[in-house]
């Protein structure tokens, strides 16, 4: 598929839904895309893109940025907390703050540089062991905690489970951001975004719909 085609869709689900046209952001996931295909969708005018590791998007944003101008990138994947002030120089968004330590970190470097990235609070609404994230049962707390360290907390973010209904997890992410207050909701990715549009996601994910199928070394 191509960035006009994943565009038209989401402008379709937000009408399926009854939600404004450009109420849902696309964040164009370009880790481990070759440069070209990330030049192309560039070229084509988008601006906001997601990477999972800091080391790599500090390979390839600066540059980019050289020729492209302005550019949001949010960090999408796991951060490690010696990781952190990289992330806050390259990011716009980070979207897996999921532990205090973390939020710690972050509300520190914010004081000392004077700035912070938008930050989303992973949830592991699968309850995953592997998976990384806040337990629901954890989560009022916890956004509560970042709330006392001043931390602009706008939303939250899940993967569902890969062998589950995702729409069920959309929907728990979205009960546990209204009874906090948060806005914004990171979930959907390229096989389910138009559901998570239906269920409220103000940012969808979507990688290999757009980029073709990543290419692993
Ligand atoms: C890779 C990745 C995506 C994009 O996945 P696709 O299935 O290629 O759309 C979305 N979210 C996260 C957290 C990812 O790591």
Redo the contacts with the bound molecule.
Sequence with gaps: MSLTEITQQIASAEANAGRALGSVKLIA?S?VQPNERVDTVLAEGHRLF?E?RVQEAADKWPTFRDTYGKVDVHL??PLQTNKARQAMELCQAI??LDRPKLANTIARLAQEMGHCPDLFIQVNTGEEPQKAGILPAETDTFVAECRALDLPITGL?C?PPANEEPSLHFALLRKLANRNGLNDLSMG???DFASAIALGATHV?????IFGE?VTG
């Design positions: 996931v880790k997601g999972n999408i994947g979207h897996a973010m993967i990715m390229s096989s994910r979507v990688g290999s719909a990543r």
